[in-house]
């Protein structure tokens, strides 16, 4: 059997793997207490709900344009308007089947061998491969949790070579949870525009941030900028609809003619059913998300002082996001019944096998310090959670 070598260049998505495996544990009677998944444990709210079953009984059940219905996009410009103080056109827009399908439309209509994509770390586990896939190269730059694991104009200059095309920004993040304000954006944008990169933002998770934050989009720093990036974000993590798989795009309409000429040879339209529901989320679910956040917050608050308790422990503390990223690697080195620990995945084996207690493996984002905790779980979840992480971190030796 001969694959291609496209498909070598990339590897399965850690995350999902992880999170396939608590899944796998837990069905076979585990009693495992899993911090792996990347999405909210809430349930879709009712409206939005109502909205998918309304459109089945309605029999909304047909192909729709590739890149979504009119009313759909409709309800993002409208989004943008409201949230983002952002004005596009329909043609700017592109519906897909979740955010991570939108990136992948990008890299392979816009990338290709030799050029080079700057990549902060840590970084979302699929954005190197997905630059890998298109035949380009991920520059992987480094972040500090004492700079709040964020990409300084400094670092994007150092890192540009005549090959450079682009940068990623994820704002709020995953895994760190780190968010940037409106300067450190702008002097982002700043870098950016005079070295001709493009900008893709991921904004995904946009709605869920604490303690006040005022999000803001790179994007609606200027209309030069606006022009110079793609906006990504989706309705999965602020609305809570991972399954229902929406995802869209902003950009100049000669990109998105180009990634809907892709997705017009791939995949088509994304679901009707879930365009409708979408619009039900844009429009009409602020409600539900505020309360969404307002939990979000409260466990962030726990488990974070629960984790700067620990010995040895080091812990930024997110702003947006549901996920922590703490600094494990005081523990590296250290051994319990000859099983020793070297680094972040074996760290997380050892906890999986010894304190059946699921996280992922910072080297999945590209830190092999730390190991990323998602606090979308219930508080007794998170409480039991962390007493097992206790008990088992204190067997090493």
Request: glycine share 6%; aromatic share 8%; hydrophobic share 40%.
């Amino acid at each position: 059997m001969k694959f291609s070598k496209k498909i070598h260049r990339i590897q399965p998505s850690m995350t999902l793997a992880v999170d396939a495996k608590a899944k796998k544990l837990i069905s076979n009677g585990e009693d495992i207490i899993s911090f792996g998944a990347g999405e909210p444990d809430f349930d879709t709210p009712d409206k939005i709900k109502q909205a998918g079953i309304a459109a089945i009984e309605k029999n909304v059940t047909h192909y729709t344009q590739v890149g979504g219905m009119v009313s759909l996009k409709q309800a993002i410009l409208n989004k943008f308007e409201r949230d983002n103080n952002l004005i596009y056109d329909k043609n700017q827009i592109m519906v897909s089947c979740g955010a991570k399908h939108s990136l992948f439309n990008i890299a392979q209509v816009l990338w290709e061998e030799g050029d080079e994509i700057i990549v902060p770390a840590p970084y979302w586990v699929s954005y190197p491969d997905i630059i890998r896939y298109a035949g380009a190269k991920p520059i992987i730059i480094d972040t500090l949790s004492s700079n709040g694991f964020k990409i300084t104009p400094s670092q994007i200059n150092s890192a540009i070579t005549p090959n450079t095309r682009a940068i990623i920004i994820n704002s709020p993040s995953n895994p760190t949870g780190s968010a940037y304000s409106k300067i450190e954006l702008e002097l982002i944008a700043e870098c950016a525009l005079s070295n001709k990169l493009l900008i893709v933002a991921d904004e995904i998770y946009e709605k869920i941030v604490f303690d006040g934050f005022e999000q803001h989009s790179i994007c609606s720093i200027g209309k030069e900028v606006q022009n110079n990036s793609i906006l990504v974000n989706g309705v999965s993590k602020s609305y809570a609809m991972t399954g229902w798989r929406i995802g869209y795009l902003a950009a100049n309409e000669k990109i998105v003619k180009q990634i809907e000429k892709l997705q017009g040879q791939s995949t088509s339209n994304p679901t009707s059913i879930s365009q409708m529901a979408s619009i039900t989320a844009l429009n009409d679910s602020e409600a539900d998300v505020r309360q969404m956040v307002d939990e979000f917050q409260k466990r962030r608050d726990f488990l974070f002082n629960c984790l700067i308790k620990i010995p040895f422990v080091k812990c930024y503390k997110p702003v947006g996001s549901f996920y922590m990223f703490p600094d494990f690697s005081a523990f590296y080195g250290k051994s319990f019944k000859g099983i020793k620990v070297n680094n972040s995945t074996q760290l997380a084996s050892f906890l999986l096998e010894e304190g059946k207690v699921v996280l992922v493996p910072g080297i999945a984002f590209g830190a092999d310090r730390n190991l990323r905790i998602s606090f979308a779980a219930s508080m007794d979840t998170i409480k039991n959670g962390v007493d097992r992480i206790i008990k088992t971190l204190e067997l090493l030796k």
